[in-house]
Structures are given as structure tokens and as C-alpha cells.
């Protein structure tokens, strides 16, 4: 019997589960990453995003729903590589002043990484007729960019310099 040719729905399901096991990943990740941090501002900007996240992975539990699939995520080598980073900028700067400019950093890559995600399936979704996906996902992407946005005005305004 031959195999089923692949689909673009089947590509969706599969950067969905990609997504999901980011997003569960990024929740285990930010606590740590705030308990590490050295400056307010950043945990504080940690700790709102673990909310924030909290909030996006039940979004995509409601995408898993409207395609009727299981929530369940899928290895993503992509943001196990960038947790493996952050924890050793965590350990190898743990006394140096540039620490919240290397846990900064690589919280931005994870952003860009999410945002580029995002962006992709927000477009599946709408080419597939998937209107109320595409407008959950459209929610997230729009928390990532602000998120991001919020990561560069605190680097320019003060770790970067504290770093120097």
C-alpha cells in the first residue's frame, strides 16, 4: 500500500506540535532564567512572559481543538539548543556583569524563533480556511513582538551599558 502523500495541513499539525513543545519548554526555562537574572527590570520582564506564555499555550490547545488533534508536542532541536545556550550564559556569567546581556540576548533569539513560527502558521492557516486558528495565532504573534520589543528597549536602555 503506498504512503499517503504529505499535505500543508499536515506540515500545520506538525510546526503546531513543534510550537507546543517550544512554548511548554520556554515555560520550564523563564523561571530559571528570572531566578538568574541579576537586574529587576529583566526578571520582571521573565516573569511576565512565563504568564504570557501560560496564556499562549492554552491558545494553542484551542488550535489543536479546531483541527481536532491532540495537543502534543514534538522534539524542537531549535529551542532545546537555545535553553542549552541560556543555561550556559547562566553558568559561565553567573558573577559577571554581563550576565543579563547574554540572558537578554538569547531570550530575544527565542522571541525571533517564535515570532518566525508564528508568522508561518498564521499563514498556513489563513491558505487552509482556518479563520479562527489564524486569529489565535495572530494574538500570540502580536505577545512575541511586543515581548521583543520590549526586550531591545531594555537592553539599549541599560544592561548592554551595564555590561560594558
Aim: charged residues 35%; proline residues 2%.
Amino acid at each position: 500500500m503506498a504512503a499517503k502523500e504529505k499535505t500543508l495541513e499536515d506540515l500545520f499539525h506538525e510546526t503546531l506540535k513543534d510550537i507546543y513543545y517550544a512554548e511548554k519548554k520556554i515555560l520550564r526555562t523563564l523561571p530559571k532564567l528570572a531566578k538568574g537574572a541579576h537586574s529587576k527590570e529583566l526578571k520582571a520582564a521573565f516573569e511576565k512572559h512565563a504568564d504570557e506564555t501560560e496564556g499562549q499555550v492554552e491558545r494553542l490547545e484551542k488550535v489543536f481543538e479546531l483541527i481536532d488533534k491532540a495537543p502534543r508536542g514534538k522534539t524542537c532541536p531549535a529551542i532545546d539548543g537555545l535553553a542549552e545556550e541560556g543555561a550556559e550564559v547562566l553558568q559561565e556569567f553567573k558573577t559577571s556583569d554581563a550576565l543579563d546581556a547574554g540572558l537578554l540576548a538569547g531570550a530575544q533569539a527565542v522571541e525571533h524563533y517564535e515570532i518566525s513560527r508564528y508568522g508561518t502558521l498564521i499563514a498556513w492557516a489563513e491558505q487552509l480556511g482556518m479563520r479562527e486558528a489564524a486569529s489565535l495565532l495572530r494574538e500570540t504573534l502580536a505577545e512575541e513582538k511586543k515581548t521583543d520589543a520590549a526586550l531591545t528597549r531594555l537592553a539599549e536602555s541599560s544592561l548592554n551599558r551595564m555590561a560594558a
